[in-house]
């Protein structure tokens, strides 16, 4: 039992270049969570899932893609790379039923 | 909108002294779950410990209780017989109970252990 995985763990891109960040969770969890983490600011949520199919914004979403073609894996996107999106960034995964959330090791991002 | 606040940025405490971390939340539910998480240096997320707020009996965990006051929207952590272990950053955190389940946390607290 992996719990929640997160690759890579850090990561350097220029301005305008692509990737993917990848959560995978092998607990059954049907809730997914993309979060940031600024210094001074907390965690702050970008997107989530409620289950398969289903995604929604969360309190940062612009410049950030997801899709949930599974229960296990909630990739991140970021289509085109700019400095505002230096951050480290958090997966995190439950059941629905309002219990607390399991965090991945976290993605440290920067980019030039 | 949910929010939660943590007013005090960075505290410190002796080492076996009992300090007191701050929480206050601002929401319209009735129903709802608050969580204390630790960040250590090494960046991984913990819980500590969690509440559920239709029960008024305050959760304990070994040397980590709260004090939940739902009609003040205040849910402070008390940490007894500090540790330097407990060296880390402290978040608070609202998760409502509507079928968005969203988690709000707040900015968190720093707290330092001198021995």
């Known amino acids: 039992n992996a719990g929640v995985t997160q690759t890579p763990k850090f990561q350097v891109l220029k301005t305008g270049q692509s990737m993917t960040l990848q959560c995978a969770q092998d607990m059954n969890h049907e809730y997914m969570s993309w979060y940031r983490q600024d210094p001074g600011m907390g965690l702050r949520l970008i997107h989530y899932?409620?289950?398969?199919?289903?995604?929604d914004q969360g309190e940062v979403p612009n410049g950030y893609n997801v899709s949930r073609s599974t229960t296990e894996d909630f990739p991140l996107r970021l289509l085109s790379a700019a400095p505002s999106q230096t951050s480290v960034y958090f997966c995190a995964s439950s059941y629905v039923e309002r219990t607390e959330q399991f965090f991945g090791p976290g993605t440290r991002l920067t980019v030039l | 909108a949910q929010t939660v606040t943590q007013s005090q940025p960075e505290m410190s405490v002796q080492e076996a002294e009992t300090v007191t971390l701050s929480c206050t939340y601002d929401t319209s539910e009735s129903d709802y779950y608050l969580f204390w998480y630790k960040q250590p240096p090494s960046r991984q997320m913990i819980l500590v410990i969690r509440q559920e707020a239709y029960k008024q009996q305050n959760a304990t965990e070994n040397r980590f209780s709260v004090n939940f006051q739902k009609a003040a929207k205040s849910f402070s952590l008390k940490i007894s017989d500090s540790q330097l272990g407990d060296a880390a950053m402290y978040f608070c955190?609202?998760?409502?109970?509507?079928?968005?389940?969203?988690?709000?946390f707040g900015k968190g607290t720093r707290l330092h252990i001198l021995p």
């Open positions: 899932s409620v289950g398969a199919g289903i995604t």
């Open positions: 955190a609202y998760r409502d109970m509507n079928r968005d389940d969203k988690i709000i």
